[in-house]
């Protein structure tokens, strides 16, 4: 099925430890995005690329870098790990020409201690 | 204060009312979302809206861009419409397409 798919679906990480967070899109979407989302807290962007080629930061783009690989692909990476960092984080995609209708992922629940 | 504010923050219902949940913003938009997320944590789009009202199926959302207020109703309330409703914002201006989200309602149906 079309559509965004995120990797991995789980994961805990040590205090420190690195790792990159997949997000891939096959509906030819130019915006990708990635968010935050916290307990009573809406979803929070971290960073974005509105095209190929091009990042730029979201609201709380601290202890992130992200990658836009390519056209599909959108790659979001902690480097050392801050218990700070646990969240649900959700890549998303979107198009102009359909309106800015926004596709998500289904969530990388990721835990650091 | 939150740009976009929703109401209320949690509803349970009978199965088969009528479901109002609220957003009101405070900046300029060019488009507002209504999205869904189930349980199991994955986020659909249900509705993107300039003006107006859309349907679809048991779901209505409007829109008052002069008032800065939005609505989803469900009708015919299911507990399969348990959920949690999420409103956001595009905001007016500017070429890119980032949102601005509500906290979100939690919507549980009783059978």
């Known amino acids: 099925n079309a559509g965004v798919t995120q990797t991995p679906k789980f994961q805990v990480l040590k205090t420190g430890q690195s790792m990159t967070l997949q997000c891939a899109q096959d509906?030819?979407?130019?915006?990708m995005y990635w968010y935050r989302q916290d307990p009573g807290m809406g979803l929070r962007l971290i960073y974005y690329?509105?095209?190929?080629?091009?990042?730029d930061k979201g609201e709380v783009p601290n202890g992130y870098n992200v990658s836009r690989l390519n056209k599909r692909e959108f790659s979001l990476r902690l480097e050392s790990a801050a218990p700070s960092q646990t969240s649900v984080y959700f890549c998303?995609?979107?198009?102009?020409?359909?309106?800015?209708?926004?596709?998500f992922g289904s969530g990388t629940r990721l835990t650091v201690v | 204060k939150n740009e976009v504010e929703q109401s209320p923050q949690n509803l349970t219902a009978q199965e088969g009312e009528f479901i109002t949940i609220n957003c009101s913003y405070s900046?300029?938009?060019?488009?507002l979302h209504w999205l869904q997320q189930h349980p199991g944590g994955g986020i659909v789009s249900l509705f993107m809206?300039?003006?107006g009202k859309k349907k679809h199926g048991r779901l209505i959302a409007t829109i008052n861009i002069q008032e800065k207020h939005s609505s989803l109703h469900i009708t015919a309330s299911h507990p399969r419409d348990s959920a949690v409703y999420i409103c956001?914002?595009?905001?007016?201006?500017?070429?890119?397409?980032?949102?601005?989200f509500g906290t979100g309602t939690r919507l549980t149906i009783i059978p």
């Open positions: 690329s509105a095209s190929e080629g091009t990042t």
């Open positions: 956001a914002v595009k905001r007016a201006g500017g070429g890119n397409e980032k949102l601005t």
């Open positions: 509906m030819n979407h130019n915006s």
């Open positions: 998303a995609s979107s198009v102009r020409t359909d309106n800015y209708g926004y596709t």
């Open positions: 900046v300029g938009i060019s488009a």
């Open positions: 809206l300039s003006s």
